[in-house]
């Protein structure tokens, strides 16, 4: 199975700052890694796809880059609706495989 | 409008089973495979298993082999996920999803159902 380590566990950050957050595979899996963002009690929901492609009304601050190995999901300026959590998922495998997540808190 | 809608949550004993649903509507059921994810208490998202409806062919995480039997019902655009002998370790929130514009990646979701495994 190709693991996903996200980090870090949880980020503590003031609004209008800017951050990024890492997803590494255990294996070179190309750019099959996509983003969502889950809310507490909300369905995940999908933000980039194919580590840095853009998705239909996912605000334009977020963005995603990487390949092979290592990832990364950045946040431009931080709002107070983006305090949630945010999972990594790769599709280079046919068994599907998650990150463990990455829980972005309000310092 | 793509829509899973799933059904309610449950509360089921231990050593029972349950059969949750999820109807799809605003796309064509046939022509795209389900998904199904578990979501433990406070932990991340485990891919459990695929069905496509059109040739009714299923695919499983080994992990969920003989705890998941996944189905589907062309005839009223929902699939179905059984959960057997269930435990504790089995009470999670399932979701069912879509890869409908795109694949590789779940770009629509049921809202979830919880699943409460007690005595």
């Not at chain 1, 996903?4 to 950050?13: D, E, I, K, M, Y």
């Not at chain 2, 039997?69 to 655009?77: G, H, I, R």
Request: charged share 15%; glycine share 8%; with cysteine.
């Amino acid at each position: 199975n190709i693991v996903l380590t996200q980090s870090p566990a949880t980020l503590s950050v003031t609004p209008g700052e800017s951050v990024s957050l890492s997803c590494r595979a255990s294996q070179s899996i190309s750019t099959s890694i996509h983003w969502y963002q889950q809310k507490s009690n909300e369905s995940p929901r999908l933000l980039i796809k194919y580590a840095s492609q853009s998705i239909s009304g996912i605000p334009s601050r977020f963005s995603g880059s990487g390949s092979g190995t290592d990832f990364t999901l950045s946040i431009n300026r931080v709002e107070s609706e983006d305090f949630s959590i945010y999972y990594c998922q790769q599709s280079y495998s046919s068994l599907f495989t998650f990150g463990s997540g990455t829980k972005l808190e309000i310092k | 409008e793509v829509k899973l809608q799933q059904s309610g949550d449950e509360l089921v004993r231990p050593g029972a089973s349950v059969k949750i649903s999820c109807k799809a509507s605003g796309y064509t059921f046939t022509n795209y495979a389900m998904y199904w994810v578990k979501q433990s208490p406070g932990q991340g998202l485990e891919w459990i298993g695929t069905i496509i409806p059109l040739i009714d062919t299923t695919s499983y995480n080994q992990k969920f082999k003989g705890k998941a039997t996944l189905t589907a019902d062309k005839s009223s655009n929902t699939a179905y996920m059984e959960l057997s002998r269930l435990t504790s370790e089995d009470s999670a929130v399932y979701y069912c999803a879509g890869q409908i514009r795109g694949r590789g990646y779940f770009d629509y979701w049921g809202q979830g159902v919880m699943v409460t495994v007690s005595s």
